[in-house]
C-alpha cells in the first residue's frame, strides 16, 4: 500500500507541474503613476482601519520606475502616512536620490524626531523590482528587501507615532509632493516584522485567502484595476488626477491550491 501511496503522489505532483488547472486565478493589472500629473491613491486617516502603526511593521510594494529620481532631494513616495511636520507624520517608504546616490528611504515620527533608515538602492528604470521593508521598533533598526531577499539593516529609526496623516500610495506627501513615477503593483501592509521566508515566499505571488485574513494584514491593495483593499478593513483608496491601470504586471500566477488526498 506504501508503494501505491507514493506511486499516486508521483502523479499527482507531475500533473501540478504540467497543467495549470491548480491555479486559482491570475495577476491582471497594475496602476500607472505619473509624476508629471501629480497621480496617487490614499486613504484619508478619518476613513481608514488599521493602518495608524504604532509599532513593528512590514511595507511591500512592486514598482517598475519609468524615469528615476534625477535630482539630488528628488523623491518618489511608495507608501506613506506622513504630514507636513514631524509633529503630524508616522511614516513613509520612499525612493530617493540623497546628494546623486540612489536609496530606498523609511522615515519614522515619534512626534518630536524623526528616524531616519537609508540603504543605497538603485531600482533602474523599465523593470519591475519587489520592494519591502521591515521595522524592528525594540531595537530602532529596518531591514530593507529587493526581490524577496534581504539588502541589509540599517539603523536610526523611531516608533511611530500614531497621526492624522492621509495614508498614501505613490506620493510621500500630499502637501508637497514627491510623485512617484512608474507602476505600481501588490502593495501590502503589515503591523509585525514579515520573516525573510515569509517575504521570500510571497513576493512573487497574490497573498492567499488565510493570509489576507492574517490579524497582521493591515492593508492589501492588488490594483487589479481598481484601488480596492483586500482585507476586512475595507481600505478602499480613492484615485487622485485619474492614473489609468495596464496589463504590464511583475507576474502572472496568484497563488497553487493545495490538493489533498486520502488514501485508504
Known sequence: MNIIKKILSIIITVLLLLF?????????????LERDFLQYISISDADHTGLDIIGDMTIEAWVKIETAPADPGDQYGIVSKRGTAVGDSSYKFFYYNNGGTLTLYLRTSNGSSWGNAIKNYDLG???????????????????????????????????????????????????????????????RIFDDIRTDPEIADTYNRELTTAEIADANTKGYWKLNNNPNDETANNNDLVETNSPAYTTDVPFEVVAKRTIQTQLE
Open 20 to 32: 495549470p488547472f491548480n491555479l486559482q486565478a491570475a495577476n491582471t493589472h497594475s496602476i500607472d
Open 125 to 187: 528604470t523599465g523593470t519591475w523590482v519587489h520592494t519591502a521593508v521591515t521595522l524592528d521598533v525594540s531595537a530602532d533598526i529596518a531591514e530593507f528587501f529587493i526581490n524577496g531577499s534581504s539588502i541589509g539593516t540599517e539603523a536610526n529609526a523611531v516608533t511611530p507615532q500614531n497621526s492624522a496623516a492621509t495614508f498614501t500610495v505613490g506620493v510621500g506627501r500630499v502637501a508637497n509632493g514627491h510623485y512617484m513615477d512608474g507602476k505600481m503593483d501588490d502593495v
